[in-house]
T-cell receptor, first 114, second 114 residues
């Protein structure tokens, strides 16, 4: 089955700096890679996702890059703000017509300091 | 728009007692439904998913079961809880043909088994 590794487990940055979180996956059949943000005591919220037919996707201050050859993908947050502080999870799956069986990384606790 | 409701939000149950967590989705039909568990400080583990009424796939052997009595209702149950069942349980949904099978989570249920 799929195995997703995520690094770092904790990340502290100064407000305004950039933050980068990296993930690797093992199953070459995986073609869908979402990122979720989870605030304390709440369910994860999708912030961005990428499919294997593109190498990069941006949404304002957030970008995700995908290297299918190396089987890794990364989340980039620019101009970080205190409200970006949360736990971020990467995930991977092979999209089919049935259930989307995401395999998650173990999460990165991001702290944005003033 | 689609919404997902999950209850109860928190519960404390003694070892050996039964469990029932309920989840309903509004604003869509024929969704794929999922139950995930998140242990403290760890990633999300897929427990069950369902692609239709009465169709349940189990991802890990455990003390829990799931049922889907109606199209937009998903129930997580246990006959006798174990201490190891404690955790944060998340219901989620996706629609394969719309939104590309992206998974959206509910707000979660905190279960403490004592």
């Amino acid at each position: 089955g799929e195995n997703v590794e995520q690094h770092p487990s904790t990340l502290s940055v100064q407000e305004g700096d950039s933050a980068v979180i990296k993930c690797t996956y093992s199953d070459s059949a995986s073609n869908y890679f979402p990122w979720y943000k989870q605030e304390l005591g709440k369910g994860p919220q999708l912030i961005i996702d990428i499919r294997s037919n593109v190498g990069e996707k941006k949404d304002q201050r957030i970008a995700v890059t995908l290297n299918k050859t190396a089987k890794h993908f990364s989340l980039h947050i620019t101009e970080t703000q205190p409200e970006d502080s949360a736990v971020y999870f990467c995930a991977a799956s092979e999209l089919t017509g049935g259930g989307n069986k995401l395999t998650f990384g173990t999460g990165t606790q991001l702290k944005v300091e003033l | 728009s689609q919404t997902i409701h999950q209850w109860p939000a928190t519960l404390v149950q003694p070892v050996g007692s039964p469990l029932s967590l309920e989840c309903t989705v509004e604003g869509t039909s024929n969704p794929n439904l999922y139950w995930y568990r998140q242990a403290a400080g760890r990633g999300l583990q897929l427990l069950f998913y369902s692609v239709g009424i009465g169709q349940i796939s189990s991802e890990v052997p455990q003390n829990l079961s799931a049922s889907r009595p109606q199209d937009r209702q998903f129930i997580l149950s246990s006959k006798k809880l174990l201490l190891s069942d404690s955790g944060f349980y998340l219901c989620a949904w996706s629609v394969p043909r719309r939104s590309g099978n992206t998974i959206y989570f509910g707000e979660g249920s905190w279960l403490t088994v004592v």
